[in-house]
């Protein structure tokens, strides 16, 4: 399966299927926003302001875990139903720079749910490879044919084939065709971690990759 993450909606995967972004952070803005104030209007030292710095630590310490476990619960379906995940490897660092996506991106959590793909991949045994992100988006999944799009544009038409697909199913098929042609500069399971679960080593796992990949 390949996924191609997003803002609009968390990811969607080379099937066509998406899955909705948490916001967990929006949903508690007017709150947060609520508890600064009041941390605010108090008096430094006073008992009052320790009382509201608790009370926004916690509130903050619920977003984080309502992130944490939608992270967890995701990257565990997604490993428990395939037998290779493929995803594009964002500098998502650089990403974050951008003010104008950079709460959107944070809140969407993508590196905690990665980790947790890569963590559950080598759990089960499952290939978990991240590839190289330049043009996946403009790229026609079936004819290879570059068809340039502006950020706005959220629909892939080839004018050579005539395919008509969502831009971001277009871009999950495409990551998923590198992965599987084996595109120089993946990163994967067996690059996060150097041993799984039974104790297999990192080069016996990209031999068993390859020979899953051959013999499907």
């Not at 988006?137 to 079936?142: A, E, G, K, P, T």
Request: glycine share 6%; with cysteine.
């Amino acid at each position: 399966m390949g996924i191609d993450l997003g803002l609009r909606a968390f990811f969607t995967d080379s099937e066509g299927n998406t899955v909705a972004p948490p916001q967990d952070l929006r949903k508690a803005e007017r709150r947060l926003k609520r508890l600064h104030r009041r941390l605010s209007r108090t008096q430094k030292r006073s008992r009052n302001r320790r009382k509201a710095r608790q009370a926004l630590s916690k509130a903050y310490l619920k977003v984080q875990r309502q992130r944490e476990d939608f992270a967890r619960k995701q990257a565990n379906a997604l490993i428990s139903s395939h037998d290779l995940i493929a995803y594009e490897a964002l500098q998502i660092r650089h990403l974050v720079k951008n003010r104008h996506l950079a709460k959107s991106i944070a809140d969407a959590a993508w590196g905690r749910f990665l980790s947790w793909v890569r963590y559950y991949g080598t759990l089960h045994q499952v290939p978990v490879i991240g590839v190289e992100p330049a043009y996946t988006s403009q790229d026609c999944s079936r004819c290879g044919q570059r068809v340039k799009k502006s950020l706005s544009m959220r629909t892939h038409l080839c004018p050579g084939y005539g395919l008509l697909l969502d831009r971001d199913h277009n871009a999950a098929l495409n990551i998923l065709h590198k992965a599987l042609q084996g595109t120089v500069g993946q990163t994967g399971t067996d690059e996060e971690v150097s041993s799984n679960a039974s104790g297999q080593p990192a080069a016996t796992r990209r031999r068993t990759a390859t020979t899953r990949k051959q013999a499907g």
